[in-house]
């Protein structure tokens, strides 16, 4: 047998045992990238082979969470694509300003970037005091971080630029704080978010929400677990609620699909249909 | 539809960085409306820059052009282009994924990422080109491509614009072929229809 197909079968065996033991589900998530990861572990792990590694991965917590740490990769920024967040400031915000309280639920949030890009853009809009954020990941290092709201002073230069092009009302370093090589986030921003940990392959929903955030979270998901993540989303969002997804993620084919319309074409912006005729 | 039954190839990855928009406009420019293979293709451009290549190459071209979106099939006589900003990868069952992992040796889209999933997807059965541009990146991708059994094209770097991408990609392996810009698209519809 070829040492790939030898590697795809230690691979799945893995994964296998993995959730059996610790409740992660890899086994619905794109094959190439995770092998990609996989495989980089592999080579820094001192491991020859994975099924060499598997019985530590089982047996030792530390040695799973290394793994972990690399299979979620965690690549995120502020004001991300900045022409989304300026058709979320100008086309969604309005909508949610009709509301007396707003609940947000941004999946898949890693260090918190896009977090903390959002709730200032919702004080910017006078959202502030009004909202509140739930940010949710798998990988428990990431949130560590994210509630920190402590990010590298070096990264504000080019987080600066996306928040002038997303439509910035305000002096972006008013935000946070200057500590040698960090940039802490302010306090006020802190209060309105919420981080937890949350795994979208196997736990429930939030509750009721206005706006749900999953940006190229999906995009590394086989169309069996993007359609029960999909189906997750359309139990909280309430009627003339938003999903946000990200920009190479479209929700076209997907069950969930008919009641939804792109409020912006482009932007992956879905606003849920009133109608209750359409739900299953 | 990937593939035909008369080729031994499924598949055709190209990466190209500088010089590259020139260098797609004469390879791509040259394959025929029913190239019976997928086309997949990295080239290095702006993060910021929008489909506007995909565009442009479809109009030129006699074959179809576009910016691969996810989930959806390597189908023969097109060619994929990896979007700005996003590692383009393919999937064993031959439908392309897309991914935000983060860029290797500065690149996303990335030549390396792109030739590595697709020698893992299709092993001997991959034709992989590298044309003109600095750095190294698709060297690596090259040599899992002749690792798994397929086929190494590079362009001759005497003619390249910029030549260290191809002489990289010499160094890392022995390419099956060496051969000029001109002769790129003729080579690759001769290999993808001789039985
Ligand atoms: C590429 S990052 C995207 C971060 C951010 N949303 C953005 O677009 O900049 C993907 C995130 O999804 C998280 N993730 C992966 N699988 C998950 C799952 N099953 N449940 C929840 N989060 C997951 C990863 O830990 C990672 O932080």
Not at chain 1, 82 to 93: G, I, K, N
Not at chain 1, 96 to 116: D, M, N, Q, R
Not at chain 1, 161 to 176: E, I, M, P, V
Request: glycine share 8%; net charge negative; proline share 5%.
């Amino acid at each position: 047998m070829d040492p790939e197909e030898l590697f795809d079968i230690e691979m799945r065996l893995l994964l296998n045992g993995v959730r059996q033991v610790y409740g992660h589900d890899f086994t619905d998530y794109s094959e190439a990238s995770i092998r990609r990861r996989i495989t980089h572990w592999l080579a820094t792990s001192g491991y020859g082979t994975l099924s060499e590694a598997q019985a530590s991965i089982l047996r030792d917590r530390e040695a799973f969470d290394s793994l972990l740490r690399s299979i979620t990769v965690n690549v995120s920024e502020m004001f991300r694509d900045p022409a989304f967040f300026q058709t979320l400031r100008e086309q969604v915000v309005p909508h949610l300003k009709t509301y007396p309280f707003v609940k947000i639920w941004h999946a898949g949030c890693a260090s918190g970037e896009e977090a903390y890009s959002l709730a200032i853009l919702l004080e910017e809009e006078g959202l502030k005091g009004r909202f509140r954020m739930y940010a949710t990941d798998i990988n428990n290092e990431v949130l560590q971080n994210a509630q920190e709201g402590i990010f590298p002073l070096k990264e504000m230069q080019k987080y600066t630029r996306n928040y002038q092009l997303a439509g910035g009302r305000g002096t972006f370093s008013d935000y946070y704080l200057a500590r040698y090589e960090h940039a802490i986030m302010t306090k006020s921003l802190r209060d309105q978010i919420v981080f937890a940990s949350h795994n979208l392959a196997v736990d429930s929903d939030f509750g009721e929400m206005h706006l749900i955030l999953c940006r190229n979270v999906l995009i590394y998901f086989k169309p069996t677990l993007k359609e029960r993540v999909l189906r997750l989303f359309d139990t909280c969002l309430i009627p003339g609620g938003f999903l946000c997804l990200g920009l190479k993620e479209a929700l076209d084919g997907r069950r969930i699909a008919p009641r939804y319309a792109e409020t912006v074409p482009k932007m992956r912006i879905y606003r849920k249909s009133y109608d209750r005729e359409q739900s299953e | 539809m990937t593939g035909n039954s008369q080729s031994k190839f499924r598949a055709v990855v190209v990466g190209v960085s500088s010089g590259g928009v020139e260098a797609l406009k004469q390879v791509i420019g040259s394959l025929p409306g029913d190239f019976p293979l997928p086309v997949m293709v990295v080239a290095h451009i702006s993060p910021e820059a929008d489909n506007g290549l995909a565009l442009l190459l479809d109009d030129l071209c006699a074959i179809r052009v576009k910016e691969a979106d996810e989930l959806e099939k390597a189908a023969a006589g097109t060619v994929f282009l990896a979007p700005p900003n996003y590692h383009l990868q393919v999937e064993k069952d031959a439908t392309l994924s897309l991914s935000v992992d983060p860029p290797v040796r500065f690149a996303r889209p990335s030549v390396d990422v792109l030739f590595e999933a697709a020698a893992d997807a299709f092993g001997p059965a991959l034709i992989g080109v590298v044309m003109t541009g600095a750095g190294c990146d698709g060297s690596e991708g090259l040599r899992r491509i002749k690792e798994a059994g397929g086929i190494a094209v590079v362009q001759d770097p005497a003619g390249a614009v910029a030549d260290a991408m191809p002489r990289s990609a010499i160094e890392a392996v022995v390419p099956d072929y060496i051969v000029p810009l001109e002769r790129i698209a003729p080579l690759l519809v001769r290999l993808a229809t001789e039985p």
